[in-house]
């Protein structure tokens, strides 16, 4: 998988007009929610804000996340689900 360089800088407008933090490379916890239910991504590498913490993803990671989401594999375990109501 290919990880961002911590020194490479990467020449992307933030999504929150103003930001002045930097993207950092990281892993997060990536949802989605496919054919219905939401499927929920761990350990899913990303160039993130800083300060904001907007995430970026490289096309070879959406690529793989479309892959998984296309196999029929059981996941590692399951969450629950809350309703903001």
Do not use: W
Not at 8 to 26: H, L, Q, R, T, V
Not at 50 to 66: F, M, N, Q, Y
Request: with cysteine; aromatic share 6%.
């Amino acid at each position: 998988m290919d990880y961002a360089d911590p020194e490479e800088k990467i020449d992307m407008n933030c999504s929150i007009e103003g930001c002045p933090g930097e993207f950092e490379a990281a892993t997060i916890m990536h949802t989605v929610r496919h054919k219905g239910p939401f499927i929920v991504i761990d350990h899913v590498p990303a160039d993130i804000r800083s300060l904001c913490g907007d995430a970026l993803l490289k096309p070879d990671t959406v690529r793989k996340i479309e892959s998984l989401l296309l196999e029929k594999g059981q996941p590692a375990t399951t969450v629950p689900l809350f309703e903001f109501a």
